[in-house]
C-alpha cells in the first residue's frame, strides 16, 4: 500500500525564538535522560472542525502523548474554556489554574480540492509563549498520519528528540487453537490501528523485519515445506526468496544502508552467520563454528554486528566487527541470553534473558557492562526498538495465557503498556519514522 506524501509547512515560530533570548522565559521542556520522569500536565483541546474530524485527531493525538508515559493530558472535563479560538493567543490563566505546562490547540479545515488542512499551536502557559506551530496538507483517509506527526512534532519539541508516533509495526498474527496455530504476518500503526495481512493462512511465518529505507520487509517462511528467507515489497506485495541455500535459513536482518541482509543459514546441525548483498546477490560467511550462532543485528553505523551464540555451552551475547572479525562474548550475567538487537541510537543492545525459569526483557551496554532488566514475566521475548531508541516493543505470553500478546516499555522499565491487536500476536519489528 503506497502511502501519499504529506506537505508540511512550518508556520509562527517567532515566539517561540524570541522566548530563547531571555533566560527568564526559558520554555517548558522535559529532560528524558534522568530515568523515572513524572510525566508533564498538558492540555489538548478538542481541534475545531466542521465534521467533527477535528477531534478525532486531537483524540490521537492525545493517545500517543499519554502512552509515552511522559506527558499526563488533562481531563476535558476540567477545562475552564470549552471552546479556544485556535487563531488567537489563549487566556494563559485559564490553563495554569489547572497546572497544564503546555496548551495544544488546533483547527482542520477542507480545501477546494478535498484535501485536508490541518493546524496545530503549542503554547507554554507559564511563559505564555508559543512553542511551535505548524500545518500540513493531506488527504482525508490520512487522518490517522496527521494526528500521529502532530504527535512527534509536540514530542520532539517538548523533550529535544525525534518521536516515534508515526511508524508502523509488523508482526506475525496468530490465530486457531495451539496444536494447530495458523501464523500470518500482519502490518499495524503503532497504536495498533489499521490492521493488515500481509500473507495467508498456508505457511508459517517468522521474524519478519522492516528495510531501514524502503517500504520493504524481509522474513522467515516455511512455504513449500522448506524454511527460506523472503524479501516482501508492501506497495507491491511482491514477494522474492533471498538466495537458494542447501539448508534452513533464518532470523534476518536488514543492514543499516538497506543494501544487505544478514541472517543464519543452518547445516548438518549447526548454524551460521551470512550476510547477501542484495544488489550482487553474492554472500559472506561471517562466522565458522560448530555451534548455534543467530539473531544476529547490526550497529546503526554498520561497523559492528551482535549475535547470540551456544559455542560457550549455553545462550550468550556476542559482538564482532561487521567482516566477521573480533568476535567476543560480552553477557556474563546468570542465565541465558537471546534475541540481541542494537539500538538505533548506538548505545544499549537489548535481549531476552532466561533465567530463574522466568524470561526478561533488558539492555546492556555493547561492551556488555550496565546490564539492566526492564520487565520480567513468564515468557517474555523477542524486543524490537522505536527509532529513537527510547522504548521497546516485545511480546509476552502469561502463564496459562492461551496466547501471546504485544507489549510495549521504555527505558525506564515503568511505562509497560498492552498494544491491542484483533489476535494473538508475536514476533513485533518497529519501523522507522514513515516520509
Keep these: 500500500m503506497k502511502i501519499p506524501p504529506l506537505l508540511r509547512f512550518l508556520f509562527v515560530l517567532a515566539a517561540a525564538a524570541c522566548a530563547f533570548s531571555s533566560p527568564a522565559m526559558a520554555l517548558v521542556q522535559i529532560n528524558i535522560s534522568k530515568g523515572n520522569v513524572n510525566p508533564m500536565p498538558i492540555a489538548i483541546t478538542d481541534f475545531a472542525s466542521t465534521n467533527g474530524i477535528g477531534a478525532q485527531i486531537s483524540s490521537v493525538v492525545e493517545a500517543d502523548l499519554k502512552r509515552s508515559g511522559l506527558f499526563a493530558p488533562i481531563s476535558h472535563s476540567a477545562f475552564i474554556e470549552k471552546n479556544v479560538n485556535p487563531d488567537a493567543a489563549p487566556n494563559m490563566q485559564n490553563w495554569t489554574v489547572l497546572n497544564a505546562q503546555a496548551l495544544v490547540v488546533g483547527k482542520i479545515t477542507q480545501e477546494g480540492d478535498g484535501r485536508l488542512r490541518a493546524e496545530f499551536r503549542l503554547w507554554d502557559t507559564y511563559a505564555g509563549q508559543q512553542m511551535a506551530g505548524q500545518q500540513f496538507y493531506t488527504q482525508p483517509e490520512n487522518w490517522r498520519r496527521v494526528a500521529h506527526i502532530i504527535a512527534d512534532a509536540i ?46 493462512n498456508a505457511s508459517i511465518v517468522m521474524t519478519p523485519r522492516f528495510s531501514p529505507n524502503r517500504q520493504e520487509i524481509t522474513y522467515m517462511s516455511y512455504e513449500g515445506g522448506q524454511p527460506r528467507v523472503y524479501l516482501l515489497q508492501l506497495e507491491t506485495g511482491q514477494r522474492e526468496v533471498v538466495g537458494n541455500f542447501p539448508g534452513m535459513t533464518f532470523a534476518p536482518r536488514f543492514s543499516p544502508d538497506g543494501q544487505r541482509v544478514i541472517m543464519s543459514l543452518s547445516e ?168
Design 155 to 200: 514530542y520532539e519539541r517538548i523533550t529535544g528528540e525525534k518521536g516515534y508516533f508515526d511508524t508502523r509495526i509488523v508482526f506475525v498474527s496468530e490465530t486457531g487453537p495451539k496444536n494447530n496455530r495458523q501464523r500470518q504476518l500482519a502490518i499495524m500503526d503503532q497504536d495498533g490501528a489499521n490492521v493488515r495481512m500481509l500473507t495467508n
Design 268 to 435: 548438518n546441525g549447526n548454524a551460521n552467520i551470512y550476510t547477501m548483498d542484495l544488489r550482487s546477490r553474492t554472500t559472506t560467511r561471517l562466522t565458522s563454528t560448530n555451534a548455534i550462532d543467530t539473531s544476529p543485528s547490526y550497529s546503526p553505523d554498520g561497523r559492528q554486528i551482535t549475535f547470540e551464540s551456544d559455542r560457550g555451552g549455553q545462550q550468550e551475547i556476542y559482538v564482532m566487527n561487521a567482516d566477521g572479525s573480533n568476535q567476543h562474548r560480552i553477557s556474563f550475567g546468570q542465565g541465558a541470553y537471546s534475541t540481541p538487537v542494537w539500538s538505533p541510537r548506538g548505545d544499549l543492545i537489548a535481549f531476552t534473558k532466561l533465567s530463574g525459569g522466568k524470561f526478561s526483557i533488558g539492555v546492556m551496554k555493547p561492551d556488555g557492562s550496565g546490564e539492566r532488566l526492564l520487565t520480567t514475566g513468564f515468557h517474555n521475548e523477542g524486543p524490537t526498538w522505536a527509532p529513537n531508541g527510547r522504548v521497546l516493543m516485545y511480546f509476552s505470553e502469561p502463564a496459562g495465557a492461551p496466547g501471546p500478546y504485544l507489549h510495549s516499555i521504555d527505558l525506564t522499565g515503568y511505562n509497560e503498556l498492552t498494544v491491542k491487536t484483533p489476535a494473538f500476536a508475536s514476533d513485533p519489528a518497529w519501523s522507522p519514522l514513515l516520509e
